[in-house]
């Protein structure tokens, strides 16, 4: 016989008897977790950010390097620049270099991504492994290699092409030098900074398409679609995230290069400045330093950079909000 007796329930309003624990989270306990890592980055980040944003104001020369105080000169170093037709050009070389740079370096990257994706496990490590040891060189290193592949006296390049038929190729590759101009100066740059960051591209894509269920391409091959349908229409919309991420640490990482060029033009070749080599010449290329034509042509350069890095987040602050 079922028991139908009624439960006892306790008495509306009456507080239990026993301790009660609050369920309310610590308000300050993220903030005290995270602080050592905030004091760290203000140290080693904003107090030099805020030194060199306020010496960009300022007039900074050997005086000041011996003790005097810096003379505050107002926006006049900005305007400097901004008038200065040198500082477009360098201007113009750092964007132009970052587009095709980014480009190329995705593009190479993504490939061998997918190639990767596409060999067995053994291979694909041992691929991967030979790949990252181009990310692991130094840039220092990696300019010295590519000045000597490069270079107009016993350059590998040169003796190759030298080698290739004239209706090819052109003579007098022997004595060529790729570092006069601009553009050879570039080409070579380029191939050396894609050699050096499509291989992280190329891990960061093959760890995205682990993720990807073998489902939808088994759907996408029954549909009849290839493989270039089925990269549109599945592999990138899945793994936008992941590009979007890797493009805009390309822009940064492209539009402030200088180990490598400063290694193959040096500062005596003008004309293929870019805005971080040309900081660098105007605070510490000549007898007279000018620490604040420096700073600000360093802090131009920061902006533009965390205007890429706004454009990116609220980018993705949108996606989010349209999943």
């Known amino acids: 016989m079922l028991d139908t007796a009624p439960a006892v ?12 624990r609050s369920r309310r989270r610590p308000r300050f306990g993220p903030y005290l977790l995270i602080a050592p890592t905030l004091a760290v980055i203000a ?20 005086r000041q390097l011996r003790g005097e105080p810096a003379e505050s000169v107002g926006t006049e170093n900005y305007k400097t620049i ?22 190329l370096t995705l593009v190479v990257g993504t490939l061998i991504g997918l190639l990767l994706h596409q060999l067995g496990k053994r291979m694909s490590s041992f691929v991967a492994g030979g790949v990252m040891v181009a990310w692991a060189t130094p840039p220092v290193t990696a300019a010295i290699i590519f000045s000597w592949l490069f270079g ?32 050879s100066t570039y080409t070579v740059l380029t191939i050396c900074v894609v050699w050096q960051a499509c291989p992280f591209i190329a891990v960061s894509v093959l760890a995205g398409l682990k993720s990807v269920p073998n489902e939808l391409y088994e759907a996408a091959r029954v549909d009849g679609s290839g493989p270039w349908r089925s990269f549109w229409s599945i592999t990138f919309p899945i793994l936008k995230p992941i590009f979007m991420v890797l493009l805009v640490m390309s822009i940064i990482w492209d539009f402030k290069v200088f180990t490598q060029l400063f290694i193959m033009s040096g500062l005596a070749n003008r004309d293929s400045f870019n805005l971080s080599l040309y900081a660098y010449s105007e605070a510490f290329g000549s007898m007279n330093p000018k620490l604040g034509m420096g700073s600000a042509i360093a802090m131009v350069l920061t902006v533009i950079l965390l205007i890429v890095t706004a454009l990116y987040v609220r980018v993705m602050v949108r996606q989010g909000e349209t999943k």
């Open 43 to 62: 140290v080693l980040m904003f107090w030099p950010m805020f030194q060199i944003g306020q010496m960009s104001f300022q007039k900074v020369g050997n």
């Open 9 to 20: 329930r306790g008495k509306p309003g009456r507080k239990p008897s026993g301790p009660v």
């Open 152 to 183: 107009s006296t016993g350059g590998l390049v040169n003796w190759f092409l030298e080698l290739l038929p004239n209706w090819l190729v052109g003579g007098g590759w022997d004595d060529y030098n790729w570092f006069a101009t601009p553009g």
């Open 82 to 103: 901004f008038h200065d037709p040198f500082f477009w050009q360098t201007l113009k070389h750092t964007v132009l270099f970052a587009v095709v740079a980014v480009s």
